[in-house]
């Protein structure tokens, strides 16, 4: 997890790896109001044989993940 202003991100497994591929998915949930609204749910690739090394929000509010293979992805949603 990790939280930028009103937004919380959470990377989470959604099944077991097979072939050395994870599969993991991203929700990020507005927090304001205390409505809890889903901004976006979505898949969130992963290198092969890899494992997500670190992920955050940009200072403009882009949230990015990079992984042990060195790979950096960003996302781009609306809130």
């Given at each position: 997890m990790v939280g930028y202003e009103n937004l919380l991100a959470i990377v989470s497994h959604t099944g077991p790896p097979v072939y050395g591929m994870q599969t993991m998915r991203l929700k990020v949930i507005n927090m304001d109001d205390r409505d809890y609204r889903t901004v976006v749910e979505t898949e969130c690739p992963?290198?092969?044989?890899?494992?997500?090394?670190?992920?955050?929000?940009?200072?403009?509010?882009?949230?990015?993940?990079?992984?042990?293979?060195?790979?950096?992805r960003s996302f781009n949603f609306k809130n």
């Open positions: 992963v290198s092969k044989d890899s494992y997500i090394s670190w992920m955050g929000f940009t200072e403009e509010g882009q949230f990015m993940t990079f992984d042990s293979d060195g790979i950096i």
